[in-house]
Nanobody, 116 residues
């Protein structure tokens, strides 16, 4: 079945960096656009970034534009999110899923906490 396994989160100070990884399985990875989404406590899940199947097209939420970079490796069936210049408001559980239309089923996510 389709699975998304996210990793790479952690506790980081404001201004710090992280790289998240997501391995997709159970489907033809190279046939789907991929996205990173996040959900902060008490808030709805939101799109952070998306990337097309060929990596030619990317999209970012205004709140992360210029700080986060999405990339993918179709041979490794993995999508990445580089998070730079992290802010406390970036604290959330980060998930990957298809993009632009996501599946109703989600992985466990990876926690990113930005705090001094």
């Amino acid at each position: 079945q389709v699975q998304f396994v996210e990793s790479g989160g952690g506790l980081v100070q404001p201004g710090g960096s992280l790289r998240l990884s997501c391995a997709g399985s159970g489907y033809i990875f190279s046939s789907y656009g991929m996205g990173w989404y996040r959900q902060a406590p008490g808030k709805q899940r939101e799109l952070v970034a998306g990337i097309s199947v060929s990596s030619r097209n990317t999209a970012y939420a205004d709140t992360v534009k210029g700080r986060f970079t999405i990339s993918r490796d179709n041979a490794q069936k993995t999508v990445y999110l580089r998070l730079n210049s992290l802010k406390p408001e970036d604290t959330a559980v980060y998930y990957c899923n298809w993009w632009p239309s996501f599946r109703d089923s989600w992985g466990q996510g990876t926690q990113v906490t930005v705090s001094s």
